[in-house]
């Protein structure tokens, strides 16, 4: 029989975003062949603990489906060392050790798409999908993101940046962007803290609510345009979907709308 490589799914973690990640964690696992690959699954707890849900793993060899609510977060406390001289995964309840071939990080938000999951893949000498350390880091951050259309002469939004400590002047924001603006948290992902805001009391509020995530929130002017989504895949030559369209079903492409009221049209 063939060796079947061990995958490791990453999903869950300490963001806002941790029940998206087990909800599409589930999908990757689904989608994956298990006649070639052999899924660990290694959940994270919202307090940064790591477990391997073998309870899941067992179903999963059986034949079962990864249950579209999402992978749950429960299972042996295990470690991933940064060392990689030391063989993959350690269970802390077993000593056993698990060799790792390769990693797929369904971690979203802070701490996990933001380059510092894909740092310790590169620490441990673990091959992993996605972006690399940087591009992870610049991609999952809006200013950092918007900074490098500009320069790179990509047209883009106009913004102003703020940090936490700083006072806002709401009317020489508005007067400058005019109205309505989007509010966003500067690294956060699926609309979590985002808020369009069409006076200035609104957009005081919405700033309080973006603070809650990231000390670095962007107002950014409001633009008619359409939303397309286009899948990106390789590493050298490159593989791309199908474009593809959302059409919200409210004001903006939200929280609610990506992933519970499914009104969106994609």
């Not at 490791?8 to 070639?36: F, M, P, Q, W």
């Not at 809006?142 to 700083?166: C, H, N, Q, S, Y």
Request: net charge negative.
């Amino acid at each position: 029989m063939s060796h079947r490589e061990h995958v490791a799914i990453c999903y869950g973690g300490r963001s806002a975003e941790h029940d998206v990640s087990r909800v599409t964690a589930s999908a990757v696992v689904n989608a994956l062949d298990k006649t070639r690959f052999t899924p660990i699954l290694l959940a994270i707890g919202t307090d940064g603990r790591w477990l391997r849900n073998v309870a899941a793993e067992h179903k999963l060899s059986h034949g079962a489906q990864a249950p579209e609510s999402g992978l749950l977060i429960e299972g042996r406390r295990v470690v991933l060392p940064a060392d990689p001289t030391l063989g993959g995964l350690l269970d802390l309840d077993t000593g056993e050790w698990t060799p790792i071939d390769v990693v797929i990080p369904m971690l979203h938000g802070p701490l996990g798409e933001d380059g510092t999951a894909q740092g310790l893949c590169e620490l441990a000498d673990l091959a992993y999908a996605g972006c690399s350390v940087v591009g992870s880091a610049v991609g999952s951050d809006k200013i950092m993101m918007k900074r490098a259309f500009r320069d790179a002469g990509v047209p883009t939004a106009r913004w102003i940046e703020l940090r936490d400590d700083e006072s806002a002047d709401a009317d020489a924001i508005l007067a400058q962007l005019g109205t309505p603006v989007f509010v966003k948290p500067s690294n956060m992902g699926s609309s979590v803290g985002v808020s369009r805001a069409r006076d200035e009391s609104e957009l005081i509020e919405a700033l309080a609510l973006a603070f809650r995530y990231d000390r670095w929130a962007l107002v950014e002017e409001a633009i008619e345009g359409r939303e397309i989504e286009i899948g990106v895949l390789g590493d050298g030559e490159l593989l791309l979907s199908t474009a593809g369209e959302i059409r919200p079903g409210s004001d903006f492409y939200t929280y609610e709308d990506k992933y519970e009221d499914q009104a969106a049209e994609l």
